[in-house]
């Protein structure tokens, strides 16, 4: 899918040719409606995050399911930071300036005790077969006093509650297998996609698609249970809004927003987790 950008640098996943194809007249207006209130949310959330980094030129950075690199680098700019790592189970584009590990994110994670400054995990978590090894291994690679910021959808989103009330699939659940199912709201079913296949023979479930959802408050006790200290919870996409009203919404009930994220710290004097689940 093509890649533009904003006057800032930041990018966004241009998906006008994908829309194009469409033949449906009700389903082209519910592509322009998700392309300004779901994808408009995700760069709001992108852009918003921000604000949640600190500067430091020295610290050393992972991003967790990095996809192509063009957002890491725009996330690594905000913090000034250089000494980038990238963890995935495909390559990105931008190997000249991340160190990237191909692996899957359900296995140990191959870095050393207390190495990284920041942990990035932007819309991964919820592809997580392992969460509690994917936890275990986030406390463990950071140092102690780094944090992690760990970014997701909602669970109790309106949009998914609304879904539910429907009788539907939750729209953050209705693409487990590489395809659309139980949502009647997909304006991309029967579109041409990406062959998955590669990633079902290789049993790379999380590849496919979503396989666990979280709310606010089970992000923030899921960090807290593997040892972290809980900072701030954000979010964004108040959907069914958009634009400014949808930005504003969400900073005032992050609890409902579409997209949502944590900033975790691990403390000075973590000890290793006992292995507890």
Same mark, same amino acid.
Request: with cysteine; aromatic share 14%; hydrophobic share 40%.
């Given at each position: 899918?093509?890649?533009?950008?904003?006057?800032?640098?930041?990018?966004?996943?241009?998906?006008?040719?994908?829309?194009?194809?469409?033949?449906?007249?009700?389903?082209?207006?519910?592509?322009?409606?998700?392309?300004?209130?779901?994808?408009?949310?995700?760069?709001?959330?992108?852009?918003?995050?921000?604000?949640?980094?600190?500067?430091?030129?020295?610290?050393?950075?992972?991003?967790?399911?990095?996809?192509?690199?063009?957002?890491?680098?725009?996330?690594?700019?905000?913090?000034?930071?250089?000494?980038?790592?990238?963890?995935?189970?495909?390559?990105?584009?931008?190997?000249?300036?991340?160190?990237?590990?191909?692996?899957?994110?359900?296995?140990?994670?191959?870095?050393?005790?207390?190495?990284?400054?920041?942990?990035?995990?932007?819309?991964?978590?919820?592809?997580?077969?392992?969460?509690?090894?994917?936890?275990?291994?986030?406390?463990?690679?950071?140092?102690?006093?780094?944090?992690?910021?760990?970014?997701?959808?909602?669970?109790?989103?309106?949009?998914?509650?609304?879904?539910?009330?429907?009788?539907?699939?939750?729209?953050?659940?209705?693409?487990?297998?590489?395809?659309?199912?139980?949502?009647? $709201?997909?304006? /991309?079913? %029967?579109?041409?996609? #990406?062959?998955?296949?590669?990633?079902?023979?290789?049993? &790379? *479930? !999380?590849? @496919?698609?979503?396989?666990?959802?979280?709310?606010?408050?089970?992000?923030?006790? $899921?960090?807290? /249970?593997? %040892?972290?200290?809980? #900072?701030?919870?954000?979010?964004?996409?108040?959907?069914? &809004? *958009? !634009?400014? @009203?949808?930005?504003?919404?969400?900073?005032?009930?992050?609890?409902?927003?579409?997209?949502?994220?944590?900033?975790?710290?691990?403390? #000075?004097?973590?000890?290793?987790?006992?292995?507890?689940?």
């Amino acid at each position: 899918m093509a890649k533009s950008y904003y006057e800032d640098g930041l990018p966004y996943e241009d998906q006008s040719q994908l829309r194009a194809a469409i033949r449906s007249p009700w389903k082209k207006a519910l592509a322009w409606y998700v392309n300004k209130s779901f994808n408009g949310g995700v760069c709001d959330l992108n852009r918003h995050v921000r604000r949640y980094f600190e500067p430091n030129p020295s610290a050393t950075v992972l991003d967790v399911g990095t996809g192509d690199g063009d957002q890491f680098l725009w996330w690594a700019q905000q913090i000034g930071a250089t000494r980038l790592h990238a963890m995935d189970a495909i390559p990105n584009r931008h190997q000249d300036r991340i160190q990237t590990t191909l692996t899957a994110l359900d296995e140990a994670w191959p870095y050393a005790d207390r190495f990284f400054d920041v942990v990035i995990s932007s819309q991964n978590i919820e592809h997580i077969i392992d969460t509690p090894l994917y936890m275990k291994e986030c406390l463990r690679v950071l140092k102690p006093g780094g944090y992690a910021i760990i970014m997701t959808e909602n669970l109790a989103s309106w949009a998914n509650i609304g879904a539910t009330v429907m009788g539907w699939m939750p729209f953050s659940f209705s693409n487990m297998f590489g395809y659309p199912l139980g949502n009647r $709201l997909i304006w /991309h079913e %029967g579109l041409p996609k #990406e062959d998955f296949t590669k990633f079902y023979e290789r049993k &790379l *479930w !999380g590849c @496919l698609g979503h396989q666990r959802l979280f709310t606010p408050l089970a992000l923030r006790q $899921l960090g807290e /249970h593997y %040892g972290f200290r809980f #900072e701030a919870a954000f979010g964004s996409a108040y959907l069914p &809004l *958009w !634009g400014v @009203l949808s930005e504003w919404f969400s900073r005032l009930d992050t609890t409902h927003a579409h997209f949502i994220g944590v900033k975790l710290r691990k403390p #000075e004097d973590a000890a290793p987790h006992p292995g507890a689940l």
